[in-house]
Structures are given as C-alpha cells and as structure tokens.
C-alpha cells in the first residue's frame, strides 16, 4: 500500500512538474510578437490581406485577448478595410504549444464590423491580393478546433460603390456551443435592420462535422422594403415599399459542395414606382401588390451554379410558376429565371396602377386574362431589362375616348428593353378587323420607330354604312393629347389590305395638335397604282376625317376582294378613279348621315359580263346577245349624300349601252332609271320591229328601270317603253306582217278564178 502511494505521489507531483514547465514555456515561448507574427501570416495566406491589431494579451489562464483587430483592404476599387473589431479572446490548449501549435478551444468575438463592398463590374472578393511570406518566420501553426463559437453585437454593412449607397445588418449574434468533431451540435444566429430593436432574421440549426451534414431554418419577421430603396431603384427595380417575409431550409446531404435550399417569401403590400419614358417626370405608380413564392434550388459551390429547379406562387391572384440558374462565370454572376402564368388576370394589375400626373393614356387598360413569360437574363451587377412575352386571348381595350367601343386584340408581343415586336396582333370591332406583324423600336424614347405591317384586314361595309345592322354606339372620342407630336416615314414594303395584296408602299405620317395627317401613302396593286392621303381630327367628339384616293389603272381583279358577292371570272379590265370623302361621326346613324363624298371612275380594256338582261326583249328580237351583254368601258359620278349615292354613268359596248341616273343606297339598294341604246345590227333577225322602235342618232333608244340590289340587279323596260311598245311598236308591226302575207297571197292566186270564189277568199 504503501509502494502503491508512493508511485501515486510521483505520478501526481511528474504531473504537476510537467504542467508547470508547459506552463512556463508557454507563457515563455507564447509572446504577443509570436501570435501577432502567426496569425498575420495566416490571414494573408488565407484572405490575402493584410491584419493589424492595437494591443494583443496572453494569459495563459484566461487565454488571448486580440483587440482592435482590422483585416485591411487590398483590391483598388475597395474604399474601407473588410474586417475590423473591437475584441476577440481566444481561448486554448497549452499542450499543443509544445510543438509550436496553438489549438483554439473557443472563440469570443465582440463587436466585429464587417463591410461587403461591390461595384459594377466588380462582385464581393473577400481575397485579396497580398501575398503570404517569411514561412519559416512563422512560429506557431494555429489549429482551430473550438468548442465553443461565439460571436455578440456584430454589423454587416453592404455598400455598393457604384452608386454610394449601403444597408446593414445590425445586433448579429453567433453561438455555437458543444461543438463536437463526433457529434451533431447546435447552432443558432440572428440579426435585425440597423435602427430596428428587434430580430428580423432568425437562424437555427444542427451541424454534424463526421457526415458533414447541416440542418437549418432562416425565418424572418416583416422587413420593410422600404429599407432598400435607394438600392433596389439603382438597380433599376422599382420597389418602394411593402414587407418581407421568408422562411429557408438549408441542407447538405454529405457532399462538401452541394447545398440544397428550399423555401416560401410573402411580399405584402408592396409598391412600385417607375418613369413612363427616360425624357419624362410623369411617374407610374402600382400598390397593393401581394406576391407569394416558394423555391426548390441546389448550390453546386465547386462549379459556383446555384440551380432553381422549381418556382411556383401568386403574384395577385395570379398562378406562376418558372425555374432558372445563377452561375459565376468570368468573374462576374449571371442570372437566367424564366416564369410563365398560363391565366394573368390583367384587370386586378390595371386597377391598381396610379399616375402622379394626368395624361392622355389615363383610363387605359386591358380587360381579360393573358398568357404571360417573363425571362429575366443578365449580369447581377448591372441592370437588368426583362424580356415579356403576352399572349392577348380575347382582351378587350379599355379606353374612355373609346366610348362604348371596346376593340378586342388577339395575338402574341415581346417586350424587350428597347423593342416591342408583334406577331399577329389582331385588333377587331364588330365591323373592322386588321392583323398587325412588325417591330416598335425605341418606345421607351419618344417617339418610337414602328415598321408594323397589316398582313390582313376585313372591313363589314353593310354593318358599317347601314344603322339598322348594328346597335347604337357612343361617339368616340375627344382625345386630348396635349404636346404629342411626332412625325416620320411609312416603309411598309408588302402589306395585306381588305384582302389586296399592296407593294411598295411608302409614304409619311405627322401627328400634331391631336390630329393625324398620312401624305401621300403611295404604292402598287398589281400592275397599277394609288396615291392615298388623310388627315383625321381626333380633338372633336365623333372625330373629323378626310380622306383622299387615286387608283390609276388597278386591274379589277386585284380589287375584287372589297366586293365578296361578285364573281371575280366575270370582271376584268382596269380601272382608274379619283375619290374624296369628307365627313364626322363613329356611329353608324352619324357616320352615315354626315359622311359625303364625290368620286370619278373609269373602266378601260374592261370586260363586265354574266350580267341577266331584258330577257323580254331579247324574245321579240329572237337573239341571245342582249341576255348577258359585255361591257368594255364604263365611266361612273358619283355623289354621296346622307347614305344615298347619286349615280350618273355610262357602260359602253359597241352594239349597246347603258346610260344610268338614280340612287343608290349604301345598303346597295338601287333605284335607277336608265336609257339604253341599242344598235340596229342587233335586230338582223327582226328588221321589222327595229323600225318601229324609238330611236335617236342612228340608235335604237329604250327606258329602262333598274332595282334590286347591287348584288342582284333587276332590269326591266320602264312602264312607258312597254306601254309604247304595246300600242305603238306591237300593232304596227303586226299590221305590217299581215299586209305583207296579203300581197304575197295575191301575187301568186290564177287568173281563172271566178268573182265568188275571189270575193270568199277575201
């Protein structure tokens, strides 16, 4: 027993012996120059940076006290130093000193000041660019294997240099206790806005360093946008208030380098506030938003790709979803989202969108729902523009000068920074129609640059011209668009209209004082030409307009499209006209009844057949040719007065024509009277009856009625012609036939009949 405490007593005074001599080389070996020397050699092997520090104490009891820490800044665009704080103790084994290493056991830090810096084209570098020297100067290899972490009072401070703007993150707290290289432990972190009293993010986790495995929840409280304003609108996101919440799970599955996050964000009462155009003060402004997202993403660290694999939520009361990638690449970090809404609801958008001025696009909107995509591409550290793809499905227009009429668009457009390109845009009433194709350049710049084509068009004239076929509608307009001018040229190359196939058209256009004038707007339909001007007055209720138009030897055929209810086969030539047309009103009863307008027009080389004609007549001549008559030249005046056409004309065959003067209406109802003239050659069969027949200049001349309508004309001999054919024309002639069969009867009779048979046969 005796031996045994012996042994007991050496072994415990050897122990005592060796701590005191660790003891003692520590404290003789462990000096503030041998920490200063190795810790500064670390940070610039690990940071590339310089550190400096105000004071360093070693007590080997309570550990190392570092204070007025600084890790310096080193890149040029970099205005403060990175790192700065007011303390950190350390605490550490005195074993490992022995063999000139210094294991940290914990770690307290006190009020560090963290400043993250960024400008354009320079993302956040925390290396540096000093390099590490003098290894064999360094005197202690530092091993950070702590057990406790723990880190009070900090500030983040992000500052963007580009555009002298910063926010911080206030009152960070950091611990982590019972850490273990065997067993998970538990962290936890929070943070608040610089200036809020509370926490707005809060962190809580589990970390298991053998499976290199973290579990962890970030959650936040309302943060108010408002905060980030001045940087949000240096970016050029328009966000200017509203509040902020989120809630992240972050994960590691074992894999060093992948990171998967997954997550919801609550945007509340959000609002936007943008310019109209880049040469205006006239500001947009939407509130109200409330916005929802949740995400699934994996942060790929070795190949820095942070891939959002799903994205789905509510922006109003609006279904989206999307995906898309953040990669750093170059040094730079570029962004690739893409989202789509099948059904945008574009009536709640409209409704909540504010100006702070009036101005003449007040009251517009869409109503409906669209097909939406939006591809946000570009680098994070500069601006970026989306590009908006809308597919307008039966969306009706909006507009208070509009009045009851309601146009409805149908058709895709890409909206991208400094272009507006529409494929198929189709902008219909209930009696007009016309599809656009083409680009709107420089629209956020006025005045655009547009290179829209119509590729087709349809106009209904009867439901346009005729009250009875559509329902009362109110006068559109005024339109009061005070200081909009803008004027250019019209390129429209081959365009579509009402069916005809237009070339080379060109022309100008000038809008001033709220009217529209088009000059010349010249072009081709087939191998003729027109010339084609207008200028409409958009300022008056109902508005005003003029229009002016010369065809110069248009063939028919390529204008046939404007009369559906003609057979094309049975016309051809070509035609010439000058026409002009003056009048006010948008609806129907107004436009017909204040519309006037006088035209000219000409049908040379021509060929009008298939026309049904005077069958009647066409018995007592016994020939065919006056039942379908061809027509070569035609020249027609044509007054319109209160929907009624005064017509006065000629349609020219060399063996007959047409002279017609009357009405018609624009619901092409005809009420004619017409002289027809008929050639004698005509009558070769019935001589007879072309001498008792009016005639005038070597022609036999005929009244006649036309009515029906344009589309089925009905012409018949006047009351007058039949009445002088039947008591005049029809007795003379037969009177003529029979004295004509007497005197042949008698011519061929023998002279040996007697007295009585003679007299009976008389």
């Known amino acids: 027993m005796k031996t045994f405490r012996n042994i007991l007593l050496t072994g415990f005074f050897s122990l005592i012996l060796i701590c005191l001599l660790i003891f003692f080389f520590a404290k003789t070996y462990l000096t503030p120059e041998v920490i200063k020397t190795s810790f500064s050699y670390e940070i610039k092997k690990q940071l590339g940076r310089d550190v400096s520090f105000s004071d360093i104490e070693v007590d080997m009891l309570k550990g190392i006290n570092l204070k007025g820490v600084v890790i310096h800044k080193s890149l040029p665009w970099e205005t403060r130093d990175i790192l700065s704080c007011e303390e950190i103790h350390l605490k550490f084994r005195l074993a490992p000193v022995l063999i000139k290493k210094l294991l940290i056991k914990n770690i307290d830090v006190k009020k560090p000041v963290i400043n993250i810096q960024f400008a354009d084209g320079h993302p956040v570098r925390l290396r540096g660019r000093v390099r590490a020297s003098g290894e064999n100067s360094r005197q202690l290899n530092t091993i950070f294997l702590p057990g406790l972490i723990k880190i009070r009072d900090g500030l983040i401070k992000f500052n963007d240099l580009s555009n002298n703007f910063s926010f911080s993150l206030a009152d960070i707290q950091i611990k982590a206790d019972n850490i273990s290289l065997l067993f998970p432990f538990k962290f936890t972190a929070s943070a608040n806005l610089q200036g809020n009293k509370k926490s707005d993010i809060l962190c809580r986790g589990t970390f298991s360093i053998p499976k290199n495995k973290l579990t962890a929840d970030i959650t936040t409280g309302n943060i108010p946008l408002s905060a980030f304003k001045d940087y949000l609108n240096a970016r050029n996101i328009p966000i200017q208030g509203g509040l902020l919440k989120l809630k992240v799970n972050i994960k590691t599955d074992g894999s060093p380098s992948t990171v998967k996050f997954n997550g919801n964000t609550i945007l509340k009462n959000a609002s936007f506030t943008g310019k109209t155009s880049t040469t205006t003060d006239k500001q947009l402004k939407m509130d109200g938003i409330n916005t929802t997202l949740s995400f699934q993403s994996v942060l790929d660290i070795s190949r820095k790709i942070l891939t959002i694999n799903k994205m789905q939520g509510k922006f109003l009361f609006s279904k989206y ?189 000038l809008f001033k004082n709220n009217k529209l004038h088009i000059k010349n707007l010249k072009g081709n339909i ?237």
């Open 526 to 762: 087939g191998e003729g030409s027109f010339n084609f001007s207008t200028t409409i007055d958009l300022g008056v209720k109902g508005l005003d307009y003029y229009l002016y138009l010369k065809l110069d030897a248009v063939p028919l055929k390529s204008i046939m499209s404007l009369f559906p209810a003609y057979n094309s086969s049975h016309i051809d030539g070509t035609i010439s006209a000058t026409c002009a047309f003056k009048g006010t009103g948008t609806d129907p009863a107004v436009f017909t009844d204040k519309l006037k307008g006088d035209a000219f027009l000409s049908l040379n080389n021509g060929n009008i057949n298939g026309l049904t004609f005077l069958p009647q007549l066409s018995y007592f001549i016994k020939s065919e040719e006056l039942e379908k008559i061809n027509f070569e030249k035609a020249n027609l005046q044509l007054k319109l007065r209160k929907g009624i056409i005064d017509l006065d004309g000629a349609f020219i065959n060399p063996k007959i024509e047409l002279h017609p003067s009357g009405e018609v209406g624009i619901d092409s109802s005809l009420d004619l009277e017409a002289t027809l003239k008929i050639s004698p050659e005509l009558f070769t069969n019935s001589t007879k009856l072309a001498d008792y027949l009016p005639q005038e200049d070597g022609w036999i001349t005929l009244p006649v009625n036309i009515d029906g309508t344009l589309q089925d004309p009905n012409v018949s001999l006047s009351r007058e012609t039949m009445n002088y054919i039947l008591k005049d024309t029809l007795p003379k002639l037969l009177m003529d036939i029979l004295s004509t069969k007497t005197d042949t009867s008698t011519e061929d009779a023998p002279e040996d009949i007697s007295d009585g048979e003679e007299e009976k046969r008389k």
């Open 321 to 509: 979803s999307g995906k898309g990638i953040i990669r750093k690449k170059n040094g730079a970090n570029f962004i690739n989202i893409n989202l789509n809404s099948d059904r945008f609801y574009i009536d709640d958008f409209f409704s909540r969108i504010h100006k702070n001025q009036s101005y003449f696009t007040d009251g517009l909107k869409l109503a409906g729902d669209i097909g939406l995509k939006v591809n946000i591409q570009g680098r994070l550290d500069r601006p970026v523009f989306p590009t908006v793809m809308v597919k307008l499905k039966n969306n009706r227009l909006l507009y208070p000068p509009f009045g009851s009429l309601h146009p409805v668009l149908n058709g895709d457009l890409r909206i991208e920074k400094d272009n507006i390109s529409v494929a198929g845009l189709k902008i219909s009433t209930n009696n007009l129609s016309y599809t656009l194709s083409g680009d709107i350049s420089g629209y956020r710049h006025w005045p655009p640059k547009s290179s829209l084509k119509i590729i087709s068009s349809s106009v209904n004239l009867y439901g346009l011209f005729n009250p009875s076929a559509s329902e009362p509608m109110e006068e559109i307009g005024p339109f009061d668009l005070p200081g909009v001018s803008f004027d250019g040229p019209i390129k429209l190359g081959i365009a579509s209209f009402l069916g005809m196939r237009l070339s080379n058209v060109h022309g100008s256009y």
